[in-house]
């Protein structure tokens, strides 16, 4: 069989390598991930400087990277994200949304004040509570809007303890937090915008529980460790790494452990996942429109604390979520994330046109190292047989049942070659994928309506990128029906949630009709 292949095909066009791009002072674990699927990484010297395949860094790109981008290209980052990831910019954007839409939907963030610019109305605002009589007062928190990782915050009820040498928000302080075995927690959301324009989103349904390392106590407002739950704070603390009754060592749990211990307790967290989903959607709505760019992702870091009446809270949002690892669960969930980040990514036929278009490299084409792609190559030859079928083929739905077969025996996700024949030819990788997302609202028939004629025009911006119009799409839409693909992985789809959304946001975003959508859902969670 393999040597028909090398007589019927350049195989060394089959064997090509993924590429990636890393920008310094990306953390060591997005390098890993990727050589586990068997991408290369690329070299200035020897490769075409067009001859890659995902661009990943820690800060914006400029926007001649955005321009020039190829349809087998992804960037790691949208033009403009940090509307919403410096904290004061999103109080406003989402104080703007409460006065348009009204503050029953948009009340899932604390009151907040940018200092010093809104020091009047925060006086009249503690002036009023305080004259309150039989209430006791707020407690605030103060933040420098551009710092992270906790630093800079202090936490104060009276305003005598309010201090601050730089752009702050204060916000109002959850004070009654959900505890567990007496400690604060929070939750690190990961959330995919696939795109903005048309508003495609994904949340993560794996994450982190984040705990305060000492226990809470209103009494101590200067005890960092008892009211911050950021893991660079907490794990500095005395009480880190001794086993903590109820919670373990550490000061993380995996959202799979913090549903388990909800269902114990008889907690709807169906429901608290809807509500946190309608966060995300609301938050996103904030910042649109975003200028329109193609090939590139956002993965945020949504901050959302719960109060003991089981109420969401949004925090924060972050650009670059941390992917260090200070411990095995970080390992756990960041790796798989990142695994899942490339699937969703969704390399397929698309990167033909890379090996078209870079018509040989300066040092000549290379190989995929079989030597150290770390599995046998005899288990990898009928992939490579089928790849090579499926590459010559227009519809990649026509290939399926070959690389079903093909796929067979393959673990997960420590995969290189396979894993990217996969990647190029867009197909599912564990059963769990394929199947249809049960707790969360999809497009009704999403993968199973008839096809629709394709609207390309409203899907592809940029002028270079229209040069390849004949065969690529945007990446998160399916090959069958031109739809978001509704799950991948553990990246689960949650805009655009019905027809009506879908339709809402295809020609720009039709905030309007979208959050009356939003509002019909709401009614009926
Ligand atoms: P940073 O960017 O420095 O991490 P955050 O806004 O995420 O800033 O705040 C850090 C931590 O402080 C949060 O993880 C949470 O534990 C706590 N925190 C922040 N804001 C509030 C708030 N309004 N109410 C209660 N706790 C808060």
Redesign the pocket.
Known sequence: KMEVMADDCDTRDILRPLVFRLHENVPAIVREVLLERGWTEFDKKEQDEADWNLYWRNSPFRMTDHHSIKPWQRLNHYPDAVRITR?DYLARHLKRMKGSYGSALYEFS?V?FIMPNDYAKFIAEYSKERQLVGRRPS???C??VD???????L?FQDIKDLVYDCTVIV?????N?LLISGY???LRLYVCVASFCPLTIYTYEEGLV?F?TEKFDLSSLDNICA????T??NKCGASYKKYKEGIGCGCKWTFSKFRSYLRIFGADDVLLWQKINNIVILTLLAVTPLPVASNCFELFGF?I?IDDKFKP?L??V?CNPALCLDCSIDDTVKRKLLHDIVELMNYKQIDTFRRNEVVGTKAGRRQVPWGTAGESTAGEAPGLLTCRKVAKCTSASSAQPDLQAAKGSIPHPRETLTSQLRERMNMAKTPSQAKPEAKNKQLPGAGHSPHKPAQLSHWLPTPDFCNYTLTTRPYFLSDKDQRPIPRVGDFVLIFPFNEAALQASRDGTDVKSIIKEIKKLVSKQ
């Open positions: 904290k604390p907040a407690y605030w928190i933040k420098p710092l992270s990782r906790g630093r800079g915050i936490i916000q109002k302080y959850i004070s937090p604060k927690l929070d984040r305060a009211h911050l739950t950021n660079s704070i901050d604390l809270w925090l924060e972050n």
